[in-house]
């Protein structure tokens, strides 16, 4: 512990993250978005940023997946590129990168193969190697890759009888096939909601969630650790986990047959010490618990107080996502809403008009949080399933972008009712340098966004 505070103030003594919320800058990617057009962002990393390039993908209507590129030097976005057609609004892309440079992408199905895509120059996402096939029943991809280039991939299987599965992919070979992880003991409609990340050292770390029917009365929320590339797995205390995980034989970091849960993506701190954060839904206000692992327990706190002083009236809503940079300092992107408001309008209860993205900031390992608005207010549609920049792998990111929907979540994963808008947010960039301006609202740095094909001023 005493280690975490020293942290905790040389990283306070780093540029102001409210400074860098209220530098922010905003781009409209499209306008064409699916109604889920940045789902599932704490299954499935969005943007990848190196070489002074930043990559973000996303799924226009209904389910094209589409890459485009911000050149930093000269802050231009390239043509958005499409990598194929998936089966509908679950198809979006889980990327990441290889030391190297070259960038891959899973991605397409909702109950069927994964589409998999390497690009043929490194740091370059304008040209891609042909489509590789592979998997059965699979939804929600969750990729890192590791200090050896070897791909790692979470994804969900199944269609009445539903698993969490794990694969690998060594640096020139194929995929391998699945090591189941987690069996539900349930026949029936299940999320898992993975996430993977990879430490300094190499470990792998894995978090999920078993959530149950609907709507999704979640039943715990899991984690695991690797030391040897996943070919074993180890509770959070390092006691060796037989697989599958069942509901009657796992290491939880919470659980109750009650609940009604969603957690973030897993984030690392700076010790390699695994985070996250659990929105529960069953709660009155709807509320945002972070958990963390400090070597010895899991610790928790609600962070559902700052949310209620910076937006009184507000309340916790739909996915979270969250990251540290290389300051050791704590981001979590969180969807909130008016108190109450959440009465099934929206499919699932999620996405519901009104919602709004904000960005909790820390200092101090989570002990003190600023809030600042991230989207405006639109009565009308909810901006919501925001996707904080995380590590692809080992390597902590620097200040993080984000992007996220702007438009309903519909009444169907197959058929568009109306487009939804794909917003990218870039954190630090002061006015003077790139910023944008147009007539489509105000970010949260009381800048205007600027849609494509709109010059800056």
Request: with cysteine; net charge neutral.
């Amino acid at each position: 512990m005493l280690a975490y505070k020293l942290m905790a103030r040389a990283v306070a003594t780093g540029v102001s993250h409210r400074a860098a919320a209220r530098s922010a800058s905003t781009h409209v990617l499209s306008t064409s978005g699916s109604n889920r057009a940045t789902a599932y962002p704490q299954v499935s990393n969005k943007i990848v940023q190196a070489r002074g390039r930043i990559f973000v993908t996303w799924l226009d209507g209904p389910s094209a997946i589409k890459v485009a590129t911000f050149d930093v030097a000269s802050a231009t976005w390239s043509a958005a590129v499409t990598l194929g057609q998936g089966q509908d609004n679950h198809a979006g892309a889980a990327l990441t990168m290889d030391s190297a440079g070259f960038l891959y992408a899973a991605f397409g199905p909702h109950h069927g193969p994964f589409q998999f895509r390497r690009t043929l120059r490194p740091y370059d996402a304008s040209a891609w190697e042909s489509t590789e096939w592979f998997g059965d029943d699979c939804t929600h991809p969750s990729l890192v890759c590791g200090v050896d280039d070897t791909l790692h991939l979470l994804h969900r299987s199944g269609r009445s009888k539903w698993r969490l599965l794990y694969r690998r992919r060594p640096k020139g070979e194929r995929w391998s096939e699945p090591t189941e992880v987690v069996d539900p003991c349930f026949e029936g409609y299940t999320h898992f909601w993975p996430s993977l990340a990879v430490a300094a050292d190499g470990a792998l770390h894995l978090a999920f969630a078993i959530n149950t029917g609907s709507p999704f009365m979640g039943r715990a929320v899991g984690y695991l650790r690797s030391e040897n590339g996943g070919r074993s797995w180890t509770s959070a205390d390092g006691a060796p986990v037989q697989l599958p995980l069942t509901p009657h034989r796992a290491a939880f970091i919470e659980a109750g047959p009650n609940l009604q849960l969603t957690p973030s993506n897993l984030a690392l701190d700076a010790f390699g010490h695994p985070w996250l954060a659990a929105y529960h839904r069953e709660r009155r206000p709807q509320s945002l618990t972070l958990w963390h692992h400090d070597g010895a327990a899991w610790r928790s706190r609600g962070i559902s107080d700052e949310v209620g002083r910076a937006f009184p009236g507000y309340e916790h809503a739909s996915v979270n996502t969250m990251t540290f940079d290389a300051r050791g300092r704590l981001y979590v992107a969180a969807v909130i809403q008016r108190e109450g408001e959440d009465h099934g309008g929206a499919k699932d209860g999620w996405g519901e008009s009104g919602d709004r993205v904000v960005l909790l900031t820390s200092d101090d390992l989570g002990e003190t949080f600023d809030v600042v608005p991230v989207s405006d207010v639109d009565p009308a549609r909810p901006s919501w399933l925001v996707a904080i920049e995380r590590p692809y792998g080992p390597k902590p990111v620097d200040t993080p972008c984000l992007v996220y929907t702007n438009g309903g979540s519909g009444v169907s994963n197959q058929v568009e009712s109306q487009s939804t808008e794909v917003i990218f947010v870039r954190l630090g960039e002061s006015q003077e340098k790139g910023s944008w301006h147009g007539n489509h609202g105000l970010d949260c740095a009381g800048q205007h966004r600027r849609r494509d094909g709109e010059r800056a001023e």
